[in-house]
């Protein structure tokens, strides 16, 4: 009997990898973002056309890459992040894969413009199906831009599974949320179909919660921070009154990476235990740093999974830095820590003003918010950006409990289909003057 094992093509073997990389238009959004935001951007644009089945492109102003790394950054498990067993084990970056580019220009044609700035010119690169149709010097602002069309144009099983322009724009927002929510010393806009619907300026955590989720949130945040010797926790989580029906904004971030956890949202809904009307849940952003050797992020394959070392402990200290956070708005008793469960004692970063903890940023949050918020109302709005852009949408009703959930529904002139949570809110505080303005045109692909 003849032999019959042989080795795949390689634009096989990366067709088959992209599967676990990229299943969606918002697959590549989060992969693309991600890369910005690893390449120590400041500045990032997002441009979406038709729930990004036709474009998703990302632009930065981060290091951008060499003539020869922008090769090499298609290639599978090519990476500038990682080199060694040991450097897994303390990752900060988001990426370390190296699998994104490879498997995203498997399954849909790319160009990649990208100069670094002691280069006088960058470099484009044209990828089809995995295959580099060219590569040649160009004149590009320093940075990134990557834009990736027509996703799965050469695997149609794949397209066909997409779900409506309403749905993929939906998963996009979220993507585009949890990396705006993690990075808001970062400037990032959305643009819809040309239409820009986020427009992000740099700022703190809380200008960026308000900017991005709706000014309702403004008095209603609750600053939590925590430190042990093993695990911080800070962010906000909303005051009891502004529990909503639906689950939607509730974030956890471990070392910056967005994660999904029933365990750790426990802990949350534990501190609030009698504070919540009935069926309803709490808003909150928590961000957790650990020492990355005492989590594992590798159990999933898209990353929003992660285990921890010693899930007790971290699960203890959530609930008590949620717990003390709603106890120092006079929402619920402050937290005993000697009689609290067995972790290890807690030391606060800084203490002070008779309180204990002194939250980072709560003490100015509020009227730096103000300010956004003014901008915000004066002319960032653009209602009809969304509304726009929303057009070709299906229309269907809006479930019952997600009507009203946001900012001002008169404000928002769109269709319930394409109003995502995200979408549906008051947006863009505008660029302050002289602020960057990544030309659009200049990388705009035809
Ligand atoms: P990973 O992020 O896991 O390393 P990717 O396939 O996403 O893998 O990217 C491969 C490499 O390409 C990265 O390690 C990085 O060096 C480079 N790269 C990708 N995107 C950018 C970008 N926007 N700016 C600069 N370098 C980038
Ligand atoms: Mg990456």
């Given at each position: 009997?003849?032999?019959?094992i042989?080795?795949l093509p390689e634009?096989l073997?990366?067709?088959?990898?992209?599967?676990?990389?990229?299943?969606?238009?918002a697959s590549?959004?989060?992969?693309?973002?991600?890369?910005a935001v690893?390449?120590?951007?400041t500045?990032v644009?997002?441009?979406?056309?038709?729930a990004?089945?036709?474009?998703?492109q990302?632009v930065d102003?981060?290091?951008?890459?060499?003539?020869?790394?922008a090769r090499?950054?298609?290639?599978?498990?090519?990476t500038?992040?990682?080199?060694?067993?040991e450097?897994l084990f303390?990752?900060?970056?988001?990426g370390?894969?190296g699998?994104?580019?490879?498997?995203?220009a498997?399954?849909?044609?790319?160009?990649i413009r990208?100069?670094?700035?002691?280069y006088?010119t960058?470099?484009l690169l044209?990828?089809?199906?995995s295959?580099v149709t060219s590569?040649?010097?160009?004149?590009c602002?320093?940075?990134?831009s990557?834009?990736v069309k027509?996703?799965f144009?050469n695997?149609?099983?794949?397209?066909n599974?997409?779900?409506?322009?309403?749905?993929?724009m939906?998963?996009i927002?979220d993507?585009?949320q949890?990396v705006?929510?993690?990075?808001?010393?970062?400037a990032?806009?959305?643009y819809?179909?040309?239409?820009e619907?986020f427009?992000?300026?740099a700022g703190?955590?809380?200008?960026?919660?308000?900017?991005l989720?709706?000014?309702?949130?403004?008095?209603?945040?609750?600053?939590?921070e925590?430190?042990?010797?093993?695990?911080?926790?800070?962010?906000?989580?909303?005051k009891?009154?502004?529990s909503?029906k639906s689950?939607g904004?509730q974030?956890?971030?471990v070392?910056?990476?967005?994660i999904?956890?029933?365990?750790l949202?426990?802990?949350?809904?534990?501190?609030?235990?009698g504070l919540?009307?009935?069926?309803?849940h709490?808003f909150?952003?928590l961000f957790?740093?650990?020492?990355?050797?005492?989590?594992?992020?590798?159990?999933?394959?898209t990353?929003?999974?992660?285990?921890f070392e010693?899930e007790k402990?971290?699960?203890?200290?959530?609930?008590a830095a949620v717990?003390q956070?709603?106890?120092?708005h006079?929402?619920?008793?402050?937290l005993d820590?000697?009689?609290?469960?067995?972790?290890a004692?807690?030391?606060?970063?800084r203490?002070?003003?008779?309180?204990?903890?002194?939250?980072t940023?709560?003490?100015d949050h509020?009227?730096?918010?103000?300010?956004?918020?003014r901008?915000a109302?004066?002319?960032?709005y653009?209602?009809?950006?969304?509304?726009?852009?929303?057009?070709a949408?299906?229309?269907r009703?809006?479930?019952?409990?997600?009507q009203?959930?946001?900012a001002?529904?008169a404000?928002i002139?769109?269709?319930?289909?394409?109003?995502?949570?995200?979408s549906?809110?008051r947006?863009?505080?505008?660029?302050?003057?002289?602020?960057?303005?990544?030309?659009?045109a200049?990388?705009a692909s035809?």
């Amino acid at each position: 009997m003849p032999d019959i094992i042989h080795l795949l093509p390689e634009y096989l073997a990366n067709q088959i990898a992209a599967g676990e990389v990229v299943q969606r238009p918002a697959s590549v959004v989060k992969e693309l973002l991600e890369n910005a935001v690893d390449a120590g951007a400041t500045q990032v644009q997002l441009i979406v056309k038709e729930a990004g089945k036709q474009l998703v492109q990302v632009v930065d102003n981060g290091a951008g890459m060499s003539p020869t790394d922008a090769r090499m950054s298609l290639e599978r498990h090519a990476t500038s992040k990682i080199r060694s067993t040991e450097d897994l084990f303390r990752i900060r970056t988001l990426g370390f894969r190296g699998e994104a580019l490879a498997s995203i220009a498997a399954v849909a044609q790319v160009e990649i413009r990208t100069k670094q700035r002691e280069y006088d010119t960058g470099t484009l690169l044209l990828v089809e199906g995995s295959q580099v149709t060219s590569q040649q010097p160009t004149a590009c602002p320093d940075g990134t831009s990557i834009a990736v069309k027509n996703l799965f144009f050469n695997v149609p099983a794949r397209r066909n599974f997409l779900k409506s322009n309403a749905v993929e724009m939906r998963h996009i927002l979220d993507e585009f949320q949890h990396v705006a929510l993690a990075n808001p010393q970062v400037a990032f806009s959305l643009y819809q179909n040309e239409l820009e619907v986020f427009g992000l300026p740099a700022g703190k955590l809380s200008q960026r919660i308000v900017a991005l989720l709706g000014n309702g949130y403004k008095e209603q945040l609750a600053a939590c921070e925590e430190v042990t010797h093993s695990i911080a926790v800070k962010g906000f989580v909303g005051k009891p009154e502004s529990s909503k029906k639906s689950r939607g904004d509730q974030f956890f971030f471990v070392n910056n990476r967005f994660i999904r956890s029933a365990y750790l949202n426990h802990a949350v809904l534990a501190a609030y235990e009698g504070l919540l009307a009935r069926d309803t849940h709490p808003f909150y952003v928590l961000f957790l740093e650990l020492d990355p050797k005492a989590i594992d992020i590798n159990v999933h394959p898209t990353k929003t999974e992660i285990k921890f070392e010693d899930e007790k402990t971290v699960y203890a200290v959530v609930r008590a830095a949620v717990k003390q956070s709603l106890g120092l708005h006079n929402i619920a008793p402050s937290l005993d820590f000697d009689g609290d469960v067995n972790f290890a004692p807690i030391r606060p970063l800084r203490t002070g003003k008779g309180t204990g903890l002194v939250p980072t940023e709560a003490d100015d949050h509020l009227p730096a918010a103000t300010a956004a918020d003014r901008a915000a109302s004066s002319d960032g709005y653009r209602p009809d950006a969304l509304a726009a852009s929303a057009a070709a949408a299906p229309r269907r009703p809006r479930p019952a409990c997600q009507q009203g959930h946001r900012a001002s529904p008169a404000l928002i002139p769109i269709p319930a289909a394409t109003a995502t949570s995200a979408s549906c809110r008051r947006v863009l505080p505008s660029r302050p003057a002289g602020s960057w303005k990544l030309s659009t045109a200049s990388w705009a692909s035809p």
